[in-house]
């Protein structure tokens, strides 16, 4: 079973305007974190921003926020005022157990977002 | 600090041959990951350490080996390459210190004819 799921393969936002990027994990271990990712066309990959499965608030990052709704199993990845340099490819990523499984972070298949100038 | 760094960048194999992407880090951070990524899609994991010494597989471990004799060092070897291992190569490192975050080096490139 697939245990993070990105439903958007791709998306076109306007410059300026707020962009949500949904992810969806499935896990029956109570302790997990979940991240993102931003890989750019230049191939690096850049940490955006983690929630772990027991903090109470929603992770910030400058304009980086995640939405956690723990019961729906959802992390969404929320971009205030967008720009152009956020065309990107985003990568939503679980660890799934405590600190132990820390390297065991495993990957969605990503969405591509397109900024329009 | 050079954060963590791969190499070679780029490299060619012939089919059946051997050869081991190196990957270190100098943030003395206890996990270590390698991971490929296929074109046009998300990583997957090969193989992940959780300190010196103490290595295990991840999604993909076919074809591939690994071992930690020190924290900062995990390479990786293909132990006879297949054209199905063309792929981009990412290390990683990750810390439980503070915040948790997971850093990447820049990737290797492998081309398998």
């Known amino acids: 079973a697939q245990k993070i799921t990105q439903t958007q393969p791709g998306m076109f936002v306007q410059e300026k305007e707020a962009v949500t990027l949904d992810c969806t994990y499935d896990t029956s271990d109570p302790s997990y974190g979940l991240f993102w990712y931003k890989q750019p066309s230049s191939g690096e990959m850049i940490f955006l921003i983690y929630q772990g499965s027991y903090d109470q608030q929603n992770a910030t990052e400058g304009r980086y926020s995640l939405n956690f709704q723990k019961a729906r199993k959802s992390a969404n990845l929320v971009i205030s005022a967008s720009q152009l340099g956020d065309s990107a490819m985003y990568f939503c990523a679980m660890r799934e157990g405590g600190y132990s499984s820390a390297s065991k972070i495993i990957f969605g298949s990503g969405t591509r977002l397109s900024i329009r100038p | 600090n050079a954060g963590v760094t791969q190499t070679p960048k780029f490299q060619v194999l012939k089919t059946g041959q051997s050869m081991t992407l190196q990957c270190a880090q100098d943030m003395n951070h206890e996990y270590m990951s390698w991971y490929r990524q296929d074109p046009g899609m998300g990583l997957r994991l090969i193989h992940y350490s959780v300190g010196a010494g103490i290595t295990d597989q991840g999604e993909v471990p076919n074809g591939y080996n690994v071992s930690r004799s020190t924290t900062e060092d995990f390479p990786l070897r293909l132990l006879s390459a297949a054209p199905s291992q063309t792929s981009v190569y990412f290390c990683?490192?990750?810390?439980?210190?503070?915040?948790?975050?997971?850093?990447f080096g820049p990737g290797t490139r492998l081309l398998v004819l």
């Open positions: 990683a490192s990750s810390t439980t210190r503070g915040r948790e975050t997971q850093y």
